[in-house]
């Protein structure tokens, strides 16, 4: 059995090439894989164990951006001339006494 396979996946946001080799005619075969080039299990008829070869370290996630949308709006305010409330210009009678403004 002879192959290679490479594949690539998302690991917190971020996308991780993994490349697996695959050697031999009989058991125990030689497997190789590697994480963005760098090799992290192997196995072969050599004595290796199988076991990483480095630590698989995660990375924590790092903060992500809030982002907030603020809506401005500009009100132009008018003052009622029977009882001096203050009212959106857009408004043709007054929110306190009714009168027209």
């Known amino acids: 059995m002879k192959g290679h396979l490479d594949f690539s996946v998302v690991e917190g946001g971020e996308s991780v090439q993994y490349g697996i080799n695959i050697n031999g005619m009989e058991i125990p075969i030689d497997v190789e894989v ?51 409330h203050r009212n959106d210009a857009a408004r043709r009678t007054c929110e306190n006494c009714g009168a027209s403004i």
Do not use: A, K
């Not at 050599?46 to 903060?63: H, I, M, N, S």
């Open 34 to 84: 590697r994480r963005n080039g760098v090799l992290i299990y192997c196995r072969n008829r050599g004595g290796l164990t199988g076991q990483p070869v480095t630590p698989f370290v995660t990375r924590p996630e790092p903060p992500r951006e809030v982002v907030r949308e603020v809506t401005v709006r500009e009100v132009v305010l008018v003052l009622c001339p029977h009882c001096n």
